[in-house]
């Protein structure tokens, strides 16, 4: 099985910075993608930013300038950079990522979200 594990949420002020971290754990062959959803109360989940194996980054329209997603692809792990947040990111941000389980069996999997809240 695959795990991702997520870190760095929190309470912040307008204008100001949070760093979002994803480690994928488990029989892990290779990480296709991985990227970034968050979900605001009362709304669907939306994607934030996703990652590829190759490639270039795609960042939704409402974070680009603002959010940076990088990868560490030695240790599967993902990071989301965010600065001058807004009230409107205010969100559960959940990791995904998809792949190859080392048992080749391809596998998709979600980490338990983190709360990003901005607030003055």
């Known amino acids: 099985q695959v795990h991702l594990v997520e870190s760095g949420g929190g309470l912040v002020q307008p204008g100001g910075s949070l760093r979002l971290s994803c480690a994928a754990s488990g029989s892990i062959l290779s990480t296709n993608t991985m990227g970034w959803y968050r979900q605001a109360p009362e709304k669907e989940r939306d994607l934030v930013a996703v990652i590829p194996s190759d490639g270039v980054i795609n960042y939704a329209d409402s974070v680009k300038g603002r959010f940076t997603a990088s990868r560490d692809h030695v240790n599967n792990t993902a990071y989301l950079q965010m600065n001058n947040l807004k009230l409107e990111d205010t969100a559960v941000y959940y990791c995904?990522?998809?792949?190859?389980?080392?048992?080749?069996?391809?596998?998709?999997?979600w980490g338990q979200g983190t709360q990003v809240a901005v607030s003055s």
């Open positions: 995904h990522a998809f792949g190859i389980q080392r048992t080749l069996r391809p596998f998709e999997v």
